[in-house]
């Protein structure tokens, strides 16, 4: 039996402007038990809509979707409590300190005597010196993990994370995924939304991609990796991109990066640069990458594959750094969040 099944899983929202808003147009995907699946997209995408409806926080317009075999309508308790979700955005009670709000989630549930899972929770999010702190007076990244540990009070078997390293800093990254991969090794399934595909790359066996609420790829990560370009020529430049260039470069400021297919390839890119007498600098060809991956399957389900990138998803400055965020990928069709 599945750990999650999504069955056909179709979502309109009413809008009085523009006539319905599909979100969501017949999701058809199983996740097995065990699995670390990750489930990617640009934003608008419907990731958020697709864990609403697992959740039981939004209704699906038609289809059926299920958690170890229990409807998450018409069994909704039973499907619920298997599972632990992690919302994208922060919300939270703030009349409580962080040990009375995990024991109130705990009571939720119906579970009783948590102290030692509430006490492991705390220490492994490293939130064991802020229990009694007012949730008011916690940090963002502190009531991120705090969202993390109120999914997980009740031992979900199924546990959902949406963007939760979201402008997020890279210690709680590290700390978050080293205890979540925990979880998965000693047996729960894992569903995760990241815009960071490092991390999607190092830590989900299978990954499906949606873009304007449909699949367009599942497929195990490493044969994702495999059907990519297998190169990337990378440089800095100052000046104007030659017209060649266009449309097939990712830019980031002054860095370009083209997927190659072989060393032919690379020399003609190198050749039009020479010709163009253009100055580049840093010239280096690595591996593509499954953010590689993502713009390729992103590009060819869109109309256009220039991508430029900006400061990255997060909205907080002081995080992120290190890991590589999904750029927007500017394709008619898309919708903003
Ligand atoms: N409550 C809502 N009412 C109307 N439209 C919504 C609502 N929630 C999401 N949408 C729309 O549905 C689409 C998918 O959104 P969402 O599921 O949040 O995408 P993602 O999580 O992939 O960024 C977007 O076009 C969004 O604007
Ligand atoms: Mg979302």
């Known amino acids: 039996m599945p750990a999650i099944s999504f069955q056909s899983v179709s979502k309109s929202y009413p809008s009085a402007r523009s006539g319905p808003i599909n979100a969501l147009e017949a999701v058809s995907f199983d996740i097995q038990d065990g ?3 990750g489930l990617l997209g640009p934003n608008g995408a419907g990731k ?46 703030p009349f409580f300190n962080v040990r009375e709000a995990l024991r109130i989630q705990s009571g939720y549930f119906g579970v009783k005597n948590n102290e030692g899972w509430i006490n492991e929770l705390l220490e492994s999010l490293g939130l064991a010196d802020k229990a009694n702190a007012n949730m008011r007076q916690l940090s963002g990244g502190m009531k991120r993990r705090m969202l993390v540990a109120q999914a997980l009070v009740h031992k979900p078997p199924v546990i959902v994370l949406d963007e939760p390293t979201a402008g997020v800093d890279v210690e709680l990254r590290q700390t978050l995924w080293q205890f979540v991969a925990g979880l998965n090794k000693r047996g729960s399934t894992v569903l995760l939304t990241t815009h960071y595909l490092e991390e999607a790359e190092a830590l989900c066996g299978r990954i499906a991609m949606l873009k304007c609420g449909r699949v367009v790829a599942l497929e195990r990560t490493s044969e994702l990796l495999k059907a990519a370009s297998s190169n990337v020529l990378r440089f800095k430049i100052d000046s104007e991109l030659p017209p060649e260039f266009k449309g097939r470069a990712r830019v980031t400021g002054r860095i370009v990066q083209l997927p190659a297919h072989d060393a032919h390839e690379i020399e003609r890119y190198l050749a039009i640069i020479r010709q163009a007498g253009l ?36 909205q907080d400055p002081k995080a992120p750094s290190g890991g590589s965020a999904v750029h927007e990928v500017t394709s008619v069709g898309a919708r903003p969040s």
């Open 48 to 93: 958020t809509t697709l864990i609403s409806i697992l959740a039981g926080l939004a209704r699906a317009s038609s289809g059926r979707v299920k958690v170890q075999g229990l409807d998450v309508q018409a069994d909704y308790a039973a499907a619920r409590r298997r599972l632990g979700v992690v919302p994208q955005e922060l919300v939270f009670d």
């Open 279 to 314: 100055r580049v600098e840093d010239v280096e060809v690595r591996k593509a990458d499954l953010e590689d991956v993502f713009l390729d399957v992103m590009a060819k389900h869109g109309e256009t594959a220039a991508v430029v990138s900006g400061a990255g998803p997060s």
């Open 35 to 37: 699995e670390f699946f």
